[in-house]
């Protein structure tokens, strides 16, 4: 069965609960690909590589803006500084989880544009199924 992106939200965990960060326009590619370790010797004929560490860079998720006390802006701007947990949640109730450090940024703005902003995490964990547990790097 194919799924629309609609319906995704991302939520972070609120003491023991997960909560809800409205306004979420697009979601990062979640995963990284191993890098690759060169192991080529002056004898090999072709390259040989080993598999290294992931390396998923960092992730930005874009929202609407809103401004106010309790707005989406001041949740994360509020989180910034500190490791927070998120779990990206989609359609089919799939789920992907991570702690990480939120750093907010106003988009550019153009006549006619909405008002948006990019929250970028830097992973501190791998990114994981909600039913696996998450590992803090050492």
């Known amino acids: 069965m194919a799924y629309s992106a609609n319906k995704t939200k991302i939520e972070y965990l609120n003491g023991t609960t997960f909560q809800e960060i409205e306004l979420l326009m697009e979601v990062p590619e ?3 690909d191993a890098e690759k370790i060169d192991i080529t010797t002056l004898q090999d004929d072709v390259k040989k ?7 998923m860079g960092d992730l930005a998720f874009k929202f609407l803006y809103e401004s106010g006390g ?14 927070a947990t ?16 939120p ?3 106003m988009d550019a703005g ?7 902003f ?3 995490m830097a992973l501190q964990t791998d990114i994981v199924s909600c039913d696996q547990p998450v590992v803090r790097n050492a």
């Not at 998120?86 to 450090?101: G, I, K, L, M, N």
């Not at 153009?110 to 948006?116: D, P």
């Open 103 to 105: 750093s907010v940024k």
């Open 86 to 101: 998120f779990r990206v949640v989609y359609p089919d109730d799939s789920t992907h989880r991570f702690d990480a450090y």
């Open 118 to 120: 990019t929250c970028t």
């Open 49 to 55: 590589h080993i598999k290294g560490i992931k390396d």
């Open 70 to 83: 309790s707005s989406n802006y001041a949740l994360l701007k509020d989180l910034e500084g500190e490791i």
């Open 110 to 116: 153009s006549i006619n544009g909405a008002l948006t």
């Open 30 to 32: 979640l995963g990284g």
